[in-house]
């Protein structure tokens, strides 16, 4: 059963879903936040939570004196650059962002006493049921994504999963990937044997005219602070991203590495959240989110490709071993995650505000 969502997020998805749907057109002023409040029988501060999350997401903008204009467009023009955050130092490196090593430790020794010798028993191949089921729970209560165990495929690192998603796919297509992009996408394609076609990124994402012109069926993209360029694809962005795999019958691999550091109050919305086509394969990892030395990366699939798939990879076993899929699958399940990346978020939130004074 579905949480109820708080009534911020439902006015959030109605304005966003009337705005997508072209009830309100690009540049038209939506109602006011005092006559949302009144129409929807909401007070001021739902409203204004729910408008700030618009804002945010690149849906509308507010103009002084004049109130909140749409900017989300369907066509070529797209609502302006977004912030570019620093550069990070590095892909790796243990920072203050790292999950306490205190809760980690005392996880390990926690599953070692419930488990015991069965640990050392080798996972299913697409990974541990706990772990699986952990991160579907997760992922359905904090990114609007509502899949199930099955869609879910645990891997060792980022690099891995890109393979799985080629073995899948297959290497007889053109994969089109950002430019620039983290530099392990572009090894591992082409030492996969992959036709890569490198697509010039713009303010918000990869340019329009670019998407028009490669032949690629498959798009890999990192919507959320792209690396190396800090870039952040917005509402408008994410959407043509969407209608483009749809024209082309093709896929699209979601790299949201990072994603869950976002800077607002929400959590970033996912293309595979938003796409009705069933057309993404999301991909994520918890190198950035726990810690470097955690090898573990995971896949969703689509739900009309999961059998397809279960089905091509059936004779793999999981390169993670059991040990660590449980640590995590506890991590998850005790809402020590989420109390970590929301401490992460309120420190970034506090350093900006500073830093803007």
């Given at each position: 059963?579905?949480k109820a969502m708080p009534r911020y997020q439902s006015l959030y998805e109605k304005i966003r879903d009337d705005i997508t749907g072209g009830f309100y057109p690009c540049g038209t002023r939506i109602p006011s936040k005092r006559t949302s409040a009144e129409e929807n029988g909401m007070s001021l501060v739902t409203v204004e939570h729910a408008y700030e999350l618009l804002a945010e997401e690149g849906y509308i903008e507010s103009r002084q004196r004049q109130g909140y204009f749409v900017i989300y467009q369907e066509g070529e023009l797209f609502s302006g650059e977004r912030e570019v955050l620093p550069?990070?130092?590095?892909?790796?490196?243990?920072?203050?962002?790292?999950?306490?090593?205190?809760?980690?430790?005392?996880?390990?020794?926690?599953?070692?006493?419930?488990?015991?010798?069965?640990?050392?028993?080798?996972?299913?191949?697409?990974?541990?049921?706990?772990?699986?089921?952990?991160?579907?729970?997760?992922?359905?209560?904090?990114?609007?994504?509502?899949?199930?165990?099955?869609?879910?495929?645990?891997?060792?690192?980022?690099?891995?999963?890109?393979?799985?998603?080629?073995?899948?796919?297959?290497?007889?297509?053109?994969?089109?990937?950002?430019?620039?992009?983290?530099?392990?996408?572009?090894?591992?394609?082409?030492?996969?044997?992959?036709?890569?076609?490198?697509?010039?990124?713009?303010?918000?994402?990869?340019?329009?005219?670019?998407?028009?012109?490669?032949?690629?069926?498959?798009?890999?993209?990192?919507?959320?602070?792209?690396?190396?360029?800090?870039?952040?694809?917005?509402?408008?962005?994410?959407?043509?991203?969407?209608?483009?795999?749809?024209?082309?019958?093709?896929?699209?691999?979601?790299?949201?590495?990072?994603?869950?550091?976002?800077?607002?109050?929400?959590?970033?919305?996912?293309?595979?959240?938003?796409?009705?086509?069933?057309?993404?394969?999301?991909?994520?990892?918890?190198?950035?989110?726990?810690?470097?030395?955690?090898?573990?990366?995971?896949?969703?699939?689509?739900?009309?490709?999961?059998?397809?798939?279960?089905?091509?990879?059936?004779?793999?076993?999981?390169?993670?071993?059991?040990?660590?899929?449980?640590?995590?699958?506890?991590?998850?399940?005790?809402?020590?995650?989420?109390?970590?990346?929301?401490?992460?978020?309120?420190?970034?939130?506090?350093?900006?505000?500073?830093?803007?004074?």
């Amino acid at each position: 059963m579905k949480k109820a969502m708080p009534r911020y997020q439902s006015l959030y998805e109605k304005i966003r879903d009337d705005i997508t749907g072209g009830f309100y057109p690009c540049g038209t002023r939506i109602p006011s936040k005092r006559t949302s409040a009144e129409e929807n029988g909401m007070s001021l501060v739902t409203v204004e939570h729910a408008y700030e999350l618009l804002a945010e997401e690149g849906y509308i903008e507010s103009r002084q004196r004049q109130g909140y204009f749409v900017i989300y467009q369907e066509g070529e023009l797209f609502s302006g650059e977004r912030e570019v955050l620093p550069k990070p130092e590095g892909v790796c490196g243990v920072t203050e962002d790292a999950f306490p090593f205190s809760v980690f430790s005392s996880t390990a020794r926690k599953v070692l006493a419930d488990y015991g010798e069965r640990i050392m028993e080798r996972p299913e191949g697409t990974g541990c049921l706990q772990l699986r089921e952990a991160l579907a729970m997760y992922l359905a209560r904090s990114r609007n994504m509502y899949v199930s165990p099955e869609q879910i495929v645990i891997g060792s690192g980022a690099e891995s999963m890109y393979a799985a998603v080629i073995r899948f796919l297959g290497r007889d297509q053109i994969y089109g990937i950002e430019d620039p992009s983290y530099e392990k996408i572009l090894y591992t394609y082409r030492y996969e044997g992959i036709q890569v076609d490198q697509l010039k990124m713009g303010s918000c994402g990869i340019l329009s005219e670019e998407l028009r012109r490669t032949e690629a069926k498959v798009l890999h993209v990192t919507p959320y602070h792209s690396y190396p360029s800090g870039l952040t694809a917005d509402a408008s962005k994410k959407a043509e991203y969407i209608r483009w795999a749809k024209k082309r019958s093709g896929m699209i691999i979601e790299d949201d590495y990072d994603s869950e550091f976002t800077l607002s109050t929400k959590a970033e919305q996912t293309l595979y959240s938003m796409d009705p086509d069933e057309r993404v394969i999301y991909l994520n990892t918890f190198t950035k989110t726990i810690a470097p030395s955690i090898r573990v990366s995971y896949m969703v699939l689509p739900k009309n490709k999961t059998d397809e798939y279960l089905e091509k990879a059936s004779h793999l076993s999981s390169s993670v071993p059991l040990y660590s899929q449980l640590i995590l699958s506890e991590i998850i399940s005790s809402g020590s995650f989420e109390r970590h990346l929301n401490r992460v978020r309120r420190r970034r939130r506090k350093e900006k505000a500073v830093n803007h004074r």
